[in-house]
């Protein structure tokens, strides 16, 4: 069993597919971990660019295609890589998104280290939103949550997610 399973539900992403999954591949090297791709039945090219990439590094990364949309959420597509997960531990990562260098590393150890918390996150901000619609994960602060009363949702929300 792995220690981290990082699922990317893919829609649409052709200009930031490639260059996210490699932020992924390079930003993890303490970890044992694999990373699901889901592709929700794009029609923009996303297909090609995230295949290939999967298929240069099939020791990491996992490819698997709807053959039809299931709606504007990305929740059809997270479920699937949920059930093919064989992990530890569990994040999310946008198709769209960049991630700092040593983040999955840094969650995955505090979890570990901590067993009483069921949620790791760090903040982040956006850089160049309004140039390039996606995100880029600045380190900023991490936010331990013990049991689900913990957790404000919005808060999550804000912080995009983290490790469960």
Request: glycine share 8%; net charge negative; proline share 4%.
């Amino acid at each position: 069993m792995k220690d981290l399973t990082i699922v990317v539900p893919l829609y649409n992403k052709v200009k930031y597919v490639e260059q996210s999954l490699a932020s992924i591949k390079g930003s993890i090297h303490e970890i044992d971990w694999e990373c699901i791709v889901v592709d929700d039945g794009s029609t923009d090219g996303s297909t090609e660019v995230a295949k290939k990439f999967c298929n240069e590094n099939h020791d990491r990364f996992t490819y698997l295609q709807c053959l039809r949309n299931h709606g504007p959420f990305p929740s059809y597509a997270r479920n699937i890589g949920i059930r093919m997960a064989d992990s530890e531990f569990l994040t999310f990562f946008d198709a769209d998104d960049l991630i700092c260098d040593g983040y999955l590393d840094r969650g995955v150890k505090f979890m570990k280290e901590n067993p009483d918390y069921c949620h790791y996150s760090e903040a982040f901000y956006n850089v160049d939103y309004e140039e390039n619609c996606g995100s880029y994960f600045e380190y900023c602060e991490f936010h331990p949550f013990t049991g689900v009363n913990d957790i404000d949702f919005p808060s999550i929300l804000k912080f995009g997610g983290g490790i469960y």
